[in-house]
């Protein structure tokens, strides 16, 4: 197994393992204005892609991704299936030729792309988008612009997300469930913009080991 | 909270058996999915299927029947199939003329069916759709993802599928499912929170002096919290917003629906339905069949929705049409 | 306790109305009493009647139609009609070929029934009765009032219904309604209590880890209280004793009801039918027939029971014969 | 109005508002061993007759007795409608003479004997029975035998009948709805042996009045 091909098996298991620690929490918070299943949808989904992803002979990073998204949107009904795994599984033909930081900020713009097409999403509809555009924003002005080191690069990129999950607080919901409520999805946090932040935590640290 | 159930990772499997067990001439579940279609399916006719969470039931599978669905796909408790399941489905149930996919208007479902739609189209399927978004408790407007697919469903599962016995092709029965679409609407309330059976505590907290108007059937809050009121007030706090909505002529003709939230006993919502149907007679509307029961439920949660829909000479005919489903039987 | 009622004193008298509004071509209120009958009584053939306290809905009065029930008498919530109430309902419901009192065996029923029944003989009618005793959580012994009837009493008023429908005499309606209560036993558990109207908090008290075995349908404690278990533990429990009272030859065919006592939403019930289909299985008998829903319920419980009835020919027929009511139709 | 017609009526309004008061009381012995509605059937069915009784011109003790027995067996459905109503309006005949110590013996008598015949009980059940057979057989005895004038024989009764209702507590029901427990119903007050009893001691402090 290629280093790369084992730092992504290892990658997803860590976001596996994350997530599970993370399903109530995230349950909660789709309690207050969704329907309290966003925790098990991601715990379950990525333990079953971390099943997937070990099983994969010679895996290589492109591989992993498309590997987790199929995982994913078979596994996870509900909005974050086809959000989270639809737009892995397009955007992982950007490792087809390996993870270098190019191809990293390449799979990123995709992958927000996706979710954006998918879910018709802006900035400030307090879903997953508001973590993902400043996260996938400052990942690739880090690289791009500042040429830092991919894993410095990714260490602000999640402090984004994390302003970013934290910005949905104060706002009015225009998408997903929340939106349902309109005033009242003011002053809580979304779900899946939290989990967007968890996600990138976990590649964050993998990157570090 | 108790529950009737073994392990909740299982429960939907083992009640789609026990669907099953129960009408074993009538339901037929795809072997590795949550997948359930008539055991004659494909039908030489246009196909009519749904699908959704589970925690709804009699919704989804409980329609699956003569005059109505060909087949239904099960997700976990309130969370959408997903795409592969519904392709699945859409495939069972196409036996040439096309399949007419009903779908609720939730981000998840429409995310998973559309992407299940592009699937089996590449495969040379013809599918159309019909989405539902009856619930007049959300706003319809670019600040929301629209209005929620509640009760009314059960209208466009019945209008479609008497269609489709009719023989009639894919534009028109997805015609019929839309024209019942334009001219229902829905809103709910609770009294209490339903329990999922993964969390198995209440989904929101609601007191014992408090009531939630215009909640959702997934245990989404609604769009008011009030203290608790008499049967005659909600009944005409739900009505109010739904004909306000509707916006009909007077003595326009009208089916209704007094649907129970599966905790609540029938009672109840006979006592509901009487004050409803004295406030369309004062408001002038002429009812033209009403009903009463448990169609689309929200698991254990106390409460109820009133449904009206607006029905002309074809509807009428379609909603009157024979159906034998196990929730839901005409004749 | 929340409910969708207006004032407790109010809620039977309005769950008529409200009833009776949602089927004014099939259901028809006697005036001045909680009497409910079909609109075209009394039938020129022998009346089948039923009749019992409120709380169960549908049953009773969503018994009525075509093949099943020709009236039924409602009283307050878990008591009995009056001798009056049960009278009035006997004489709307005779053409003259006599009537079928199906009675549900607790003494107020029976007492009051037997007090109406000797006064419409005074009147010239003829009245024939079978007391449905189905509970075998209850012994029924010289030291009980006998055992209880319960859910089996669907499955008489659907036998009798059926012959009188084909035009029998009042002799051979009541055979097959004896015949049903003699091969039919029922038992029923309780994950929560019912909360009545009028007392407005539960009737009695069940921890968090605990259910109660062998509940009746009016709260009545029931013979064992035991920690919570699974789905299917609770079936074994509840088909085993039912099984052992019926003792049935291998192969013999039989109907099966699991019934939801009204708190608990269908997705259980099919769990528990899916435990059920498989326990009939492993012990030899043959499922004809698997019916899953609210037949009789106890308000606002959540529990279920479990019906098994031994089915011949003649009963197979009668049970799968056309019936068109408001909770129960079969084509 | 006759005074004996007088306090026949007054004696009903007076047994209406002390079940009134027991209503909850009742019904709660009902919870127990039964479907907790004894206190209401009672207080509903007594108000009702109370109110039937004032409605009659001139009334006599026969007549009040039978007004009353038959507006609880139209009120009051469940066991104790037809008990307490059928066997009022059955007794009833034996006042038709007027209210002498004898005729309120043969009244008492008639009572119990209905309510034997009807219900198929016999002491020891436990049901109103238990409260019945000792106020009766107390009543007679201390008129016939000991010549006591009846508001003291009356007096005595209503101690026996409350020595019945005491009993029905450590015995095994055999009869009604407390019946269906079975060993679990030793340990609990009969409903219908207190409303009897508490029907007694209403009778007693009118006759005292
Ligand atoms: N249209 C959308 N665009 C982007 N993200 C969305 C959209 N709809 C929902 N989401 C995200 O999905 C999350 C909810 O996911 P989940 O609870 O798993 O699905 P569901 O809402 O179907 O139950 C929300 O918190 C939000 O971040
Ligand atoms: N067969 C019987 N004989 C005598 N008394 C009876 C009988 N059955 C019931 N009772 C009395 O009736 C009382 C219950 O009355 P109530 O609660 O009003 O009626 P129900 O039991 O129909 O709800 C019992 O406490 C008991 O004293
Ligand atoms: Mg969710
Ligand atoms: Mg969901
Ligand atoms: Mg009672
Ligand atoms: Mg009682």
Redesign the interface.
Known sequence: MSADGEAAVAAVERVAERLERERDYL?ELD???????HG??MARGWASAAEAVRELDDPDPATVAKATGRTL???????????YG?SLVFASVELDDGLTPESAVAFAETYLEKVRD??DASVGDQTMVDALVPLVHTFKKSIEVDGLPPVVALAKAVDAAERGAAFTVPI??????A????W?SVGHKDPGATSTLFVAESLLETARD | MKKLINDPDDVVDEMLDGMVAAHPDRLRRLSDTQVVVRTDAPLDEVGVVSGGGSGHEPTHAGYIGDGMLDGAAAGDVFSSPTADEFEALVDACDGGEGVLAVVKNYEGDVMNFETAIELAEMEGAEVATVVVNDDVAVEDSLYTSGRRGVCGTILVHKAAGAKAAEGADLADVQRVGQKVVDNVGTMGMALTSCVTPEKGEPTFDLGDEEIELGIGIHGEPGTERTGTMSADEVTDELTESVLADLDLDEDQEVLTIVNGMGGTPQMELFVVNRRLQELLDERGLDTWDAWVGDYMTSLDMAGCSITVCAVDDELKELLAAPADTPALTVR
């Open positions: 349950t309690s207050a204005i969704g329907d309290a299943d098990g949808n949107m078979s596994e996870v009904g509900g909005a974050s299936g086809p959000l639809g998918r879910g009015r919901a225009r998408k997903g469930r939106s349902y409520l309109g009242r």
